[in-house]
T-cell receptor
Framework: KAGVTQTPRYLIKTRGQQVTLSCSPI?????VSWYQQTPGQGLQFLFE???????NKGNFPGRFSGRQFSNSRSEMNVSTLELGDSALYLC???????????FGAGSRLTVL | AQSVTQLGSHVSVSEGALVLLRCNYS??????LFWYVQYPNQGLQLLLK??????LVKGINGFEAEFKKSETSFHLTKPSAHMSDAAEYFC???????????FGTGTSLTVIP
């Protein structure tokens, strides 16, 4: 079984730009969660999608948004990038009824 | 509300020594508890989990953790550290729906040869 795939792995943007990150979950997993990881802050929960619906949302500004497609693939978008958005963005998928998150390798975003 | 506290953001041990990484949680209901490991430039990998049953849980790579309800703790241990254990370790808690997970801020483990 293929794991969770995140693209791109690395990207560099400048302030004010926007970025879209993609996550393909494990086949059959309908829940996809996104986390922001920064040094000293650990993992901060962004949002969770299940069957194309946002089921939970963390405490992030509206510049952070996401969506999920019918094949369970998910994207997250950050608009009007700020320097503080530089982070590793992790996606995790979960099978219904299984309380285990399986993570992708992450997308490392650098904002200059 | 649930939360996780990991005591010690950095831990150093000598190769062959005991590894002890501390995790305390706060939860109003019996939680599910997890330890994840993250190697450089990688995502998080599940080490072990506690859901129900035996409070001593064994995971991969020789790690184990014990759920102590009275102490609200879930400390991670390994009898003998190996150089390959150097990584970032995260403790996490979820409620029984599993719809949301809460992670600690992580402990960076250094193994000294």
């Amino acid at each position: 079984k293929a794991g969770v795939t995140q693209t791109p792995r690395y990207l560099i943007k400048t302030r004010g730009q926007q970025v879209t990150l993609s996550c393909s979950p494990i086949s059959g997993h309908r829940s996809v969660s996104w986390y922001q990881q920064t040094p000293g802050q650990g993992l901060q929960f962004l949002f969770e999608y299940f069957s194309e619906t946002q089921r939970n949302k963390g405490n992030f500004p509206g510049r952070f948004s996401g969506r999920q497609f019918s094949n369970s693939r998910s994207e997250m978008n950050v608009s009007t990038l700020e320097l503080g958005d530089s982070a590793l963005y992790l996606c995790a998928s979960r099978n219904s009824g299984a309380n285990v998150l399986t993570f992708g390798a992450g997308s490392r975003l650098t904002v200059l | 509300a649930q939360s996780v506290t990991q005591l010690g953001s950095h831990v150093s041990v000598s190769e062959g020594a005991l590894v002890l990484l501390r995790c305390n949680y706060s939860s109003s209901v019996p939680p599910y508890l997890f330890w994840y490991v993250q190697y450089p430039n990688q995502g998080l990998q599940l080490l072990l989990k506690y859901t129900t049953g035996a409070t001593l849980v064994k995971g991969i790579n020789g790690f184990e953790a014990e759920f102590k309800k009275s102490e609200t703790s879930f400390h991670l241990t390994k009898p003998s550290a190996h150089m390959s254990d150097a990584a970032e370790y995260f403790c996490a808690v979820s409620d029984r729906t599993g719809n949301q997970f809460y992670f600690g801020t992580g402990t960076s483990l250094t193994v000294i040869p």
